[in-house]
């Protein structure tokens, strides 16, 4: 076992996460959503309901399933793009259930649910409440410790 790997067994998701993520209303606009997500420059955010209540993720993929156009298709992938397509409010357009981990999991766990499910995101909780979100991205940072983002010109 690699020094990286080592370290992604002991280290904790509350260790790496983003912590107080940038959260959408499930009642703001797709469109609303969409532009927030690229002014935070992040690809996803979690989806909370009146009460502060997890209830799904909002991603650049909704962003793009709402407004490409429709593909001829049948089954439960035309219900899915019949729903995108339809979608007014994030709530409608967001992914559900949100895939949650716990704060206190190790990276390891994180990175095996991450590729497992295929997707690029957890949420993080503590019990019912939203404490952080852990990307691929955050994940990769620490099996690749000697990455450093190259100087922008």
Known sequence: MDAASANAQRTRVADAMTADPVTLDEDCSVHFAGIQLLREGISGAPVVDHHGLLVGVFSHTDVLARFAAPRQRRGPLARLDDRHASAVVV????????VTI????????AARELLDR???RLIVV????VVGILSRS???????????PAPRL
């Open 126 to 129: 503590d019990g019912e409440a």
């Open 118 to 120: 295929d997707i690029g």
């Open 91 to 98: 709530g409608e357009a967001c992914t559900r259930p949100a």
């Open 102 to 109: 716990g704060f206190d999991a190790t990276i390891d766990t």
């Open 138 to 148: 955050d994940v990769l940072k620490l099996f690749l410790p000697d990455w450093s």
